[in-house]
Structure formats: C-alpha cells, structure tokens
C-alpha cells in the first residue's frame, strides 16, 4: 500500500508540470492577439503581399483547423496581386502531423486533469485535513524543482542555438521531413519565420516558469502557515 502511495505521488509530481506546459502551449498557439503582434513585429503582410485584416481571417481558419473545428485547410485568400489557394500542398500535409500533435496533447492533458483532480480530492479527504493540505504543499515544491529545472536548462539551450533543438525537436516528433519547406513555394515558411517559433517557444517558457513559481511560494507559504495537528 505504501508503495502504491508513492507512486501515485511520483504520478502527480510528473503529470502536474506536463500539463501546465500543455496548457501554456494552447494559451499560445489559440492566441489571436499574439499571432497580429508577431505578424506586425515581422512585417509578414508586406512580406508576402497581403493585408493585416486578410492575414488574420486566413490565420484564423488555420487555428479553427487545429481546434479540430475546420475538416482542411482547402481555402484561398487575396492577395495584393490575386486569390489565389493560402496554403501549398506540402503547407497542408505538414498541418496533418501539426493538429495530430495538438489532438494528442489536448487528449494528454485532459486525462492527466482528471487524475490530478481525483489525487488532490483523495489527499484532502483524509484527515486531519491540515496534515493533508502540509503534504500537498511538500508536493508542490517537489512539483516546482520537477517542474522548473528543465525548462531553465532548456531556455538556455534555446539561447545558444535555438535552430539546433528546434531541428532536434521536429526529428523526434515527425516521422517525414515535410517541416522542411521551400520558402518560395509553400506559405507556412514565409508567414512563420524562425524568429516567430522563437518568440513563441520563450513566451511559453515564461508564462511556464511563472506558474512554476507561484507554486512554489503558495506551497512555502501554506508549509508556513498551516500547522500539524
């Protein structure tokens, strides 16, 4: 029985910091005010010759598309020049393997809610309640060094060379080479650059990290606060 305790414990402390990362990347990703800011940070609608109000609706049915909300992404936009199709054919076969990853981490996420939900209502059923709630808080701060460690060691990373584990990320998570896009063919490339990816990784990793911190502290100060009986 011990045993079994300290591997659901183990289980909470691991599945705790997954999923606030889950979540920060679709707070991100599902950002409409984020997308316009890096558009205009860029110049992307100068770039490739389309209007700021025409670059957010075609943006929108690619974010429709990865809430699984849209069936493809078979649609086209004008241009300064013409209408012509937004996306090239490798652009929509890659957006395949892209809404696969975020179908299976949205799916990730939710179970690990629901046995996290289950673990924390177990733990505080039991009495007394404040020697629970002084576990929980002993099992935040193990949640917070977890947690925090690697995303530190990561954004350092990132730093030195962030198109190296950017590549190393993409050769793990996709089994073709279709990431690997010809700026004058396919449009995700040109409306996406390194730059954006960039941005995006360190906004995920700072909006990470500040709730890694905010667990750590409410979990120093309930350990200050709340006696055992």
């Not at 584990?165 to 396919?186: G, K, Q, R, S």
């Not at 995700?188 to 890694?212: G, H, K, R, V, W």
């Amino acid at each position: 029985m011990k045993t079994a305790r300290v591997v659901f414990a183990v289980l909470f402390v691991i599945l705790m910091p997954l999923v606030l990362l889950l979540t920060d990347v679709q707070l991100v990703a599902y950002d409409r005010d984020y997308y316009r800011a890096e558009y205009d940070k860029y110049g992307i609608p100068e770039h490739i010759g389309m209007s700021m109000d025409n670059l957010m609706e075609s943006t929108e049915q690619l974010l429709l598309y990865l809430e699984n909300k849209r069936d493809d992404l078979n649609f086209k936009a004008p241009f300064n020049h013409d209408e012509e199709e937004f996306f090239s054919p490798r652009d929509k076969l890659h957006m395949i393997d892209v809404r696969g990853l975020f179908v299976k981490g949205h799916l990730f996420r939710n179970i690990s809610l629901i046995y996290i939900a289950i673990f924390i209502m177990l733990l505080l059923g039991k009495k007394p309640f404040r020697n629970q709630l002084r576990k929980l808080a002993r099992y935040g701060i193990a949640v917070s060094a977890a947690g925090i460690a690697p995303v530190i060691v990561l954004i350092i990373l990132m730093k030195v060379d962030f198109y190296r584990y950017f590549t190393v990320f993409h050769e793990i998570f996709f089994t073709n080479d279709l990431w690997l896009m010809d700026p004058a063919a396919d449009r995700l490339i040109n409306i996406f650059p390194q730059d954006f990816f960039t941005d995006m990784a360190f906004s995920i990793s700072y909006l990470y990290i500040a709730e890694m911190a905010a667990i750590l502290i409410c979990s120093l100060i309930a350990l200050k606060l709340v006696k055992s009986d």
